[in-house]
């Protein structure tokens, strides 16, 4: 049985944990993998500056850096940003998978045009970073924002009928004014919405943190894990400096 961890990027209780695990459930997998939720120490509020990036990534990797030793298989990232992924491949051996990079590229693979719809506004600094880092600037059709403030505790449960329309016909823009092949949902707390815009769009529309999951199902089915000449580990380790930040940065109301 392969076991993977996936890191939810804010402290959080079990029942509101257990709405990020329900995104198991829109994708199929094996009988010999399960997945395994945890949440990060501390965090940022919300992704918004990159002052609230370098914490994410900080949090991230300190919640990650005992994965291969616990007998964790690969890990996950829950979060588009893609958090601490880099930081990780430098540390462990086994996958790490975030969400962020695989859509888009996944996305390349369906269609040659593809467009992000997101809550809020202020996301958008999240995907503009990774296109231009994946050079898909020109295959990018729009970002679409319905600009609501998301609620990373609750997600969208009890919004629905608010929210669910709004996402779509931000959707269909994106198809018949900007001229998007693909869909992407913009974040992994928005995964309530994909069934409904799944029934409702013309073209395909990626649920995030599902590929995610399936993707780490599939690097291990053949074998595969991160390049270490592209993430070389660091001669001198500093996990215990790393987990002392984060027993101080625990303290704090988040």
């Not at 500056?49 to 991230?60: E, H, I, K, P, T």
Request: proline share 6%; hydrophobic share 45%; charged share 20%.
């Amino acid at each position: 049985m392969k076991k993977v961890l996936v890191l939810v990027p804010f402290p959080m209780s079990e029942e509101n944990r257990t709405q990020r695990q329900q995104q198991l459930s829109a994708v199929e997998l094996g009988p010999d993998i399960e997945f395994q939720f945890e949440s990060v120490r501390a965090a940022p509020k919300n992704y918004v500056s990159q002052y609230d990036l370098v914490l994410a990534d900080v949090g991230m990797m300190e919640a990650g850096l005992d994965a291969q030793k616990r007998g964790f298989d690969a890990v996950c990232i829950d979060t588009m940003s893609d958090s601490g992924v880099a930081a990780l491949r430098s540390v462990l051996d086994i996958p790490v998978i975030g969400p962020g990079r695989a859509s888009m590229l996944m996305a390349m693979m369906l269609g040659d045009r593809f467009s992000i719809i997101t809550m809020w506004d202020q996301w958008k600094h999240l995907y503009v970073r990774t296109i231009k880092d994946l050079r898909l600037t020109d295959h990018c059709a729009s970002v679409r924002s319905i600009d609501i403030a998301p609620d990373n505790q609750g997600l969208l449960k009890g919004k629905e009928e608010v929210i669910f329309p709004l996402l779509e016909k931000a959707a269909m823009q994106c198809v018949e004014e900007d001229g998007a092949h693909v869909i992407l949902l913009g974040s992994t707390t928005m995964h309530q919405a994909y069934s409904y815009l799944a029934e409702r769009l013309p073209v395909p529309i990626i649920n995030p943190g599902p590929l995610s999951y399936k993707m780490a199902e599939t690097v291990l089915g053949l074998g595969l894990s991160h390049s270490r000449v592209g993430y070389p580990k660091s001669p001198v380790p500093k996990d215990g400096m790393v987990r002392a930040m984060l027993d101080a940065g625990a303290t704090f109301d988040h």
